[in-house]
């Protein structure tokens, strides 16, 4: 029996009655583009109102998230998974919930408790340390060195900025060959998070004004296709039987062997599935230039470029073969896609002629370019976009190829002032495609003025932007710098930006020549391929950059930063990611 059955079997003997999975585009929440974790469609039960299956539910939910598109290609990342899950609303708790996923895990997955560890929440100033957790966990026979109390930032979880939250405790298995530590590191990564308890009793609001909910609820979600990979013992998890049969045809028809070829083998893959998963979906999205529609877009462009990169001819009917074993394989799972196959396998041909007669006129624009110089410009890049379909993803891959570099910020503000002019899309249509900006977006957009600040002065002067990219999730920003930064340096920038933002500093706009933006000192990345007139963004006299916007009016609307994670992003180039709690 597969996991998905194992799962839904388990916990229909406790008492659960399994739910049909959702939609994967939500179908009454305009505020994002596709469900991104188990609990999404259930907010208004987790919130109190009756559900009509009961207190009890578990199911298996089709999930796409895009934050890391970017991350596509290495052996863990996908766009689309599933998630397994079981519910409480308002009936049992704690106790039962972490009962139910020990003997879930060992009993039935046969997991040795050896290669089990913990994490609960250490508390803060309104909640208490979660000690029934702890020793729920202990009376189960998890060694006490194996549980670790963890702060806000790991074992709380809430979706987005506002919702149904609560503490957690995270389940971990350790994924090597080498002997289990007696001690639980939870950062030592052979320790792979595989299933998460969070215990839902309060309620956030935008503003961060937290009340307890009507109910106490569970809510728990665990990533088959890492469970899986774990359960078979690899640590890629396209190797998995998941992925078997669309890694064979896919080898069959390319002529290639999965060996040597596997971020475009990944890639394609992944982008093959989802766009399935997409285009079946009761919403009936289309490809198109705007939400759902540029994704799937984005999506099967992608994948032709990575067929294109494994020398296969584009103009098969080699989607329609791929895209047959993923309908093939989770057709008993999810109806739609027996019914909605022919629509499918429409989409995905259309947007595979449209594209590749676009694409190779769009080469040549490009190859053009490439001849005279090593920089996109904006408006090239918006032509690119405009005429020749091509997304700026694209335009920036093929970039890289070719050592070039791109004006994104130019693109959109091209891109910007075009939506403007033909009155056609709402400002809200960036949304998720191509320049978001939504609250927690603009958020972000400010922080990242913050975080060059505070980076310059902790670091020095030649610190400045070279790139930066910013999701619901995320910020990320790259720099020139020739060492890792230390905990010091990393803690010191952290610190002032919070500063900053606790100062409650205003941030002003002001319009003006590109002349005397320059004059000004206001810092900019491409100043040549700004429109003459420019928007200065200046926050006190802390930072004052070029950029399109959109920022906050206050600094103290950003809530508190956090650096998560400092990388190298290519030689004497650093890499921040950073993120707003
Ligand atoms: N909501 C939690 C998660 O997505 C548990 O389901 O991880």
Not at 31 to 45: C, D, E, H, K, R
Not at 453 to 459: G, H, T
Not at 513 to 518: C, N, P, Q, R, T
Not at 567 to 580: L, M, N, P, T, Y
Request: negative net charge; glycine residues 6%.
């Amino acid at each position: 029996m597969n996991l998905k059955d194992q799962f839904i079997e388990y916990f229909v003997s406790k008492g659960h009655k399994q739910i049909p999975s959702a939609p994967i585009v939500p179908e009454n929440d305009p505020s994002v583009l596709f469900n991104t974790a188990g609990m999404q469609p259930l907010i208004p039960y987790l919130m109190g109102q009756p559900h009509p299956y009961g207190k009890r539910l578990c199911d298996y939910q089709k999930c796409v998230r895009l934050t890391d598109l970017e991350s596509i290609g290495d052996k863990t990342h996908h766009t689309f998974f599933e998630m397994l899950g079981n519910w409480s609303l308002g009936d049992y708790f704690k106790k039962e919930s972490i009962g139910y996923s020990f003997e879930f895990l060992t009993s039935i997955l046969k997991i040795p408790v050896n290669k089990l560890a913990v994490t609960v929440y250490e508390g803060d100033d309104k909640i208490p340390r979660d000690e029934v957790s702890a020793s729920t966990w202990a009376s189960l026979g998890i060694p006490k060195e194996r549980i670790a109390y963890l702060g806000k930032e790991d074992n709380f979880w809430i979706p987005g900025n506002k919702g149904p939250c609560g503490s957690d405790t995270e389940i971990f298995y350790w994924r090597s060959d080498e002997e289990v530590p007696e001690k639980f590191q939870p950062e030592d990564d052979r320790w792979v998070e595989i299933w998460n308890n969070v215990f839902m009793e309060f309620y956030q609001d935008a503003e961060g004004n937290v009340t307890e909910l009507k109910q106490k609820n569970v809510d728990t979600g665990m990533g088959l296709e890492r469970v899986v990979a774990v359960l078979e013992n690899v640590n890629d998890n396209y190797l998995t039987s998941i992925w078997k049969n669309l890694r064979e045809k896919l080898e069959t028809i390319s002529h290639k062997t999965y060996e040597g070829n596997e971020e475009a083998m990944r890639i394609l893959m992944d982008h093959v599935r989802t766009s399935v998963f997409i285009a079946s979906d009761p919403a009936g999205i289309k490809p198109s230039n705007t939400d759902q529609g540029y994704i799937l877009r984005r999506l099967i462009r992608r994948a032709i470029r990575y067929a294109r990169k494994l020398e296969m001819d584009i103009h098969s009917n080699f989607l329609e073969e791929l895209a047959l074993v993923v309908i093939e394989e989770y057709q008993d799972y999810y109806h739609e896609l027996k019914e909605n196959k022919e629509v499918v396998l429409e989409v995905l041909k259309q947007e595979q002629i449209k594209f590749s007669r676009t694409l190779e006129k769009g080469l040549k624009v490009f190859e053009k370019v490439a001849q005279n110089s090593n920089y996109i410009d904006g408006e090239t890049a918006f032509h690119l976009y405009d005429t020749y379909g091509f997304p700026i993803e694209l335009t920036k891959e093929e970039a890289t190829l070719r050592n070039m570099q791109v004006d994104e910020e130019g693109f959109k503000i091209h891109f910007q002032n075009h939506q403007e002019k033909s009155r056609t899309a709402s400002a809200g249509k960036f949304k998720g495609g191509l320049s978001g900006n939504s609250e927690i977006e603009t958020k972000y957009h400010t922080a990242t003025h913050l975080l060059n600040a505070a980076l310059k002065k902790v670091i020095g002067p030649s610190v400045h932007q070279l790139g930066s990219n910013i999701t619901e999730e995320r910020l990320r920003f790259d720099f020139p710098c020739d060492h890792k930064l230390t905990d010091e340096e990393k803690q010191k920038v952290e610190d002032l930006v919070n500063e900053w933002i606790k100062e409650a500093i205003p941030v002003t706009k002001e319009i003006m020549s590109k002349e005397e933006a320059l004059k000004s000192g206001a810092e900019c990345m491409f100043i040549d391929k700004y429109p003459n007139e420019v928007t200065v963004y200046k926050i006190g006299d802390i930072s004052k950059e070029l950029c399109g916007g959109p920022h906050v009016n206050n600094t103290k609307e950003i809530g508190h930063f956090k650096i998560k994670k400092e990388e190298s992003s290519s030689a004497g180039v650093r890499r921040i990611k950073g993120i707003i709690e």
